[in-house]
């Protein structure tokens, strides 16, 4: 039994938008934007069911324009066109009532060239029955703790020059742990369009494999600098953190709150291994974003170490004087790529001979934000590596370093292969953000408690 | 639009016909919320943004297992479509579940957020000059290269009616003031903000007033420059002296959440974390210095989470968690307190009609103690005073933190000798607090809030009340920034 994804949310929008198009004023100008999603979910705790339920909900948001005053709301839409088109039309009348008060937005940019868009995964998701039934038999005999996903996600933009831009997938996502005991825990993910049992069955089996190493004494450091392997799922956490508070971002970038200062006001580099870039292309996020605008494929960010560009919104773009890239207000990378260096995969713990194998980070921020140093501690598998050969866990560590030493002077390498991340985040709704990154090598990595 | 769903006895009838008679124990809540966004940035106002949402939330127990569905369908059939998926949800899990117990009560009662002036007083007009005459005096160098002021205003009216004539609404009325000012030089940036966004509330435009939104843009900008010029905060070991809007985050981080009766279950291990703290510890551990009070306190009136009920119904009450440094009570609603055996609070909470409760900090405080703040600082002999949360992070047992402040002030000799940038200081939770050695008295007692506190599976961000005075704690491992 599957899922399959329908095309009545696309059509339902189209419709609300093009009524709502119908009742515009004069030279009235309307920017519409849906997310949506119909997901069940079930979160687990020691292998039984802590809370499990569905959630089924539509936002819609309005811009309304009229020359260049320019004011927007937000409603929940019920899927009742005769109660969506009342909303409607009563948050346009408030809008119009508020933009009354408003001068004209300097930093107002929208599309006007329509430009129509669409694409729709399907999947084969299981039932939620099933679903259930295969993680509880996966997880028997073992402390699994985690949450599963599934469903239809989906974002459009509308607007009353006629264009129309669809995404919309059926995704699952299971983000579990198997916990062998207090903060001990091999951590895993399994997410994607068809769920594959045999695919299933290598990750639990992976996360099996690696219980038996969390179950030797754990080892206890000390404070100070070791030789360091960060997996994939921890350099997500280091770059996400830089992400989000405007390292690739114009607006971060002119008002000098950028982490990455440093690379725009003085001369640092990072290695000339790293090149970053905004891959829409090699993501799963929409490539339109909430003022109509398409996004290019690829936006090459960082290169062999040089800042090269950022992300520009609309409204930075209006305000710096530079053209939009597609990026959403937030200007972060929905789809950052880091591309792979040599190292082969298969063989990081040779690579990494005697030091820190940390499989992830947990609970980043910021020591000096103007010097990109940052803090995080190692959470879940954390091993001692001696000559090639795990030969403990260990116990949480706080890190304090800079980028400009973890992927700067101090990385070695990156690893040959990428990996594809897709966040599992459910804060309001399901993230269709994503990472692409290899695994990173450090000769020297800064911890402090 | 504006009508209050609550007040509508056509839904609230639609909504207990659709409550089924034939299951354990069934609920509906309903979440109607309102919100105003205002923010002048760079004296330019940005576009006003307005946002609604409604939207139902659907819980079944039978046979043994709990199933919810959550739906913004309003209608007779959709509230029968929701009943039926959470209903066979509930088929689903029987005997799958970790507790099968249903609720037996069906709780009656009404909160209201104390108003003393209503927001609408305040026109939209003035509320937007309002922004402005602030964002002119953040903007008064050109060194401040990025500022703004905001203001939000929020109404969330909330129904939970249950399958045996319960009938708790709930009317919060929140305000959250923002300044901020950012300076620059060079490779220097630094950043001063009106609290953190911590000096809101439950309440009307009174809230402005309550830390002195109208008199703090210019002491914020005039910081922010300050900093500029000021040296990098010292490092080693010393006396840390923590103002209550760094206190907000200390307590939430290293207090909060570790007693956390879901994080003690092991429910959040796959995300946000477990404990240090285990259920054997309660009402012996000494987790501070016999100067430490906290309060689990939803009765504070204007603080950010008070509520009359939590979202399971269950009535709040103050209660002592921390009583003279030892632990008495952890932070869980009736579910957790079940399944552990322990005496918990009224705080299992959602973030809106689409999350179901979990256990959530509301007003949780520090109470004040006998000292001034003059008296404190005379106190030190080496040290620095901390103020305004900017950086956070603590491992997953909430053990291990590193924190970071806006402004800092070098303490010597009992006196304060200037200004530090880039404070940050770091400890673990089990041995900060039982270092605690001085806290202030009610003078400078403060009544803030978290308002974006996130946890959960499915992600939820709720409003956290935090209410402190300023604390004094010694050998603490302090430092700066880079050179």
Known sequence: MSATVGNDHQSYFDELITGATAALIGDEVLLANVAGEQTDFIRLNNNDVRQAGTVEQRRLTLDLIEGRRHVAGAITLTGERSVDDT???????????????????????????????????????????????????????????????????????????????????????????????????????????????????????????????????????????????????????????????GAFGRRAHETRQTPLLRMIADDATLSP??????????????????????????????ADGQYVDTLVSPRSAQEYGVATNGAGDGEYPESLSLTPGTIPTAAVSEALGTGLFVGNLWYTNFSDRAACRTTGMTRFATFWIDEGEIVAPVNVLRFDDTAYHLLGDKLEGLTDEAEVLLDASTYEHRSTDSTRLPGALVSEMRFVL | ???????????????????????DYASARLHDERSEHLRVRRNELEPIFTDYDTGVMISIWNGGGLGYAATADLSEDGLDRAVERARHWAEMTGGAMVSVTPPTEHPTGVYRSPVEIDWDTLPLDDRLELLHQQSRLLGIDERIVDWNASLVKREVDTLLVTSGGGRIEQRFRFVYPRLEAVANEGTNTQERTYGAGSFCGQGGAEVLARHGFGDAASRIANQALELLDAPNCPSGEMDLLLAPDQM?????????????????????????????????????????????????????????????????????????????????????GTL???????????????????????????????????????ELIGSIEKGVYLHTNTSWSIDDS???????????????????????????????????????????????????????????????????????????????DVFGGEE
């Open chain 2, 1 to 23: 639009m504006t009508d209050m769903l609550i007040e509508s006895r056509t839904l609230e009838d639609r909504i207990r016909r659709a409550l089924p008679n034939d299951v």
């Open chain 1, 87 to 245: 909303r409607v039309a009563s948050l346009l009348t408030q809008l119009r009532d508020q933009r009354r008060l408003v001068a004209d937005d300097p930093f107002l940019l929208f599309n006007d060239t329509p430009t129509s868009t669409e694409r729709i995964e399907r999947g084969a998701i299981p039932e939620p029955a099933d679903a259930l039934r295969d993680i509880r038999a996966a997880g028997a005999g073992h402390d699994l703790v985690g949450i599963y996903a599934s469903g239809d996600t989906y974002n459009g933009f509308a607007n009353s020059l006629g264009q129309r831009n669809w995404f919309q997938s059926a995704t699952f996502n299971l983000d579990w742990c198997f916990y062998l005991q207090a903060d001990k825990a091999a951590k895993n993910l399994y997410a994607g369009f068809d769920w594959n049992d045999e695919l299933f069955a290598r990750k639990v089996d992976w996360s099996t494999r690696q219980l038996t190493a969390l179950a030797r004494d754990p080892k206890n450091l000390t404070p100070g600098e070791y030789r360091t392997y960060l997996a994939p799922r921890a350099m997500e956490e280091l770059v996400q953190l830089i992400s989000y508070y």
């Open chain 2, 248 to 332: 907000v985050l200390q307590i939430h981080e290293s207090i909060g959440h570790p007693l956390e009766l879901d994080r003690i279950l092991g429910d959040e291990r796959n995300y946000a974390g477990t404990s240090f703290v285990t259920a054997d510890m309660f009402g012996s551990f000494q987790y501070g210095s016999e100067l430490l009070n906290v309060t689990f306190d939803p009765t504070v009136p204007g603080q950010l989470a008070s509520y009359g009920f939590d979202d399971d119904g269950t009535p709040a009450t103050r209660q002592h968690l921390i009583e003279n440094g030892i632990l008495l009570r952890g932070l869980g």
């Open chain 2, 336 to 374: 957790s307190q079940q399944r552990t055996g322990l005496d918990g609070v009224a705080n299992s909470r959602a973030s809106g009609w689409n999350r179901p409760p979990i256990d959530r900090m509301a007003n949780l405080n520090v109470e004040p103690g006998t000292s001034t703040v003059e």
């Open chain 2, 398 to 476: 909430r053990n291990k933190f590193q924190f970071g402040c806006e402004y800092g002030q070098r303490i010597e000799n009992g006196a304060i000798v200037g200004a530090v940038r880039n404070p940050g200081y770091r400890g673990i939770s089990q041995t900060f607090w039982r270092n605690l050695r001085g806290v202030a008295n009610a003078d400078s007692f403060k009544v803030m809030g978290t308002p974006n506190c996130g946890k959960g599976e499915l992600n939820q961000m709720v409003g956290t009340g935090h209410a402190s005075p300023a604390c004094l704690f010694g050998n603490v």
């Open chain 1, 273 to 302: 291994l790293v090149s970053i870039s905004e891959d829409t292309a090699g993501g799963v996020a929409p490539n339109f974003q909430s003022a109509g605008f398409i996004r290019p494929d690829r936006v090459s960010l960082v």
